[in-house]
């Protein structure tokens, strides 16, 4: 009886552990999917409008720090082993493994609570910027789109955001966008086709905006293979080219049902 209940208990310190160890590898997953958002939301003009220089700087450096820390720790944590078998662990260091799991758990969920907050907050001073650059710049979408897609020219969320909100609030601008999206997908140049990838990918959260590309060829079957033949090889153009293929099966896939 003795055994068997030492056994049971064994076996529930296990379960715990384990899972403390899993909870502590899903909350750096979180910082790493924080940190992804906000570099998206980062923007000058929101910092500039709102007089907060260097808060997403600084949550993008905490939520790449947390990660780093969250995989730090996991890596370190106890976790059952074929050896309990032969001979049970130490329980005076089991107790204070399960202690520190659990105090590592909620600092990291309050740190993880906290950057979720200064991300809404992003998103919310985002929203502002988009709605102050409609109010004040009477530009059409076709226009914006156009100097988007000027080489070296920077696309950045707010200016999707902008372009795709403007484009989905008339018929005919949207489909002077679509079209302007077909032809430029058409270009060598794979930073111009990953822009109109990222624009297209966005549109398609609105339903008219998925019928007019779902009628455009060039989306239901799109051609990465063609590149410009001056274009060095280097870590940023194959990042791009993943980036690339990624939006494009993704396009196709939901123009697809929506084309049948």
């Not at 450096?61 to 976790?79: E, I, R, V, Y």
Request: hydrophobic share 45%; proline share 3%.
């Amino acid at each position: 009886s003795f055994c068997r209940d030492g056994i049971e208990g064994l076996a529930i310190v296990a379960v715990l552990l384990i899972s403390q160890h899993a909870a502590v590898q899903d909350l750096g997953t979180t910082f790493n999917r924080l940190y992804e958002e906000i570099l998206c939301l980062e923007d000058t003009d929101a910092d500039t409008l709102f007089n907060v220089h260097g808060e997403t700087h600084q949550a993008l450096t905490a939520a790449k720090a947390l990660a780093k820390k969250c995989q730090s720790t996991a890596d370190g944590m106890l976790l059952p082993d074929s050896s309990w078998q032969r001979q049970w662990p130490d329980p005076r260091i089991v107790v204070q493994e399960l202690e520190r799991g659990s105090n590592k758990l909620k600092t990291f969920q309050e740190d993880a609570s906290k950057i979720s907050a200064q991300r809404r907050v992003f998103v919310a001073r985002l929203k502002a910027v988009v709605e102050a650059r409609a109010a004040t710049e009477a530009v059409s979408a076709t226009t914006l789109l156009a100097d988007a897609l000027t080489p070296g020219k920077r696309l950045d969320f707010p200016l999707v955001t902008e372009i795709c909100e403007r484009a989905t609030s008339d018929a005919s601008e949207l489909a002077q966008v679509a079209e302007t999206l077909e032809a430029m997908l058409q270009s060598q140049h794979l930073p111009t086709r990953l822009k109109v990838l990222t624009i297209a990918n966005e549109l398609l959260y609105d339903d008219s905006a998925c019928q007019t590309l779902a009628s455009k060829a060039a989306f239901l079957n799109v051609d990465l293979a063609e590149h410009d033949p001056e274009e060095e090889p280097n870590m940023a153009l194959e990042l791009a080219a993943a980036n690339a293929n990624i939006l494009a099966s993704e396009i196709s896939r939901r123009l697809a049902s929506v084309a049948v």
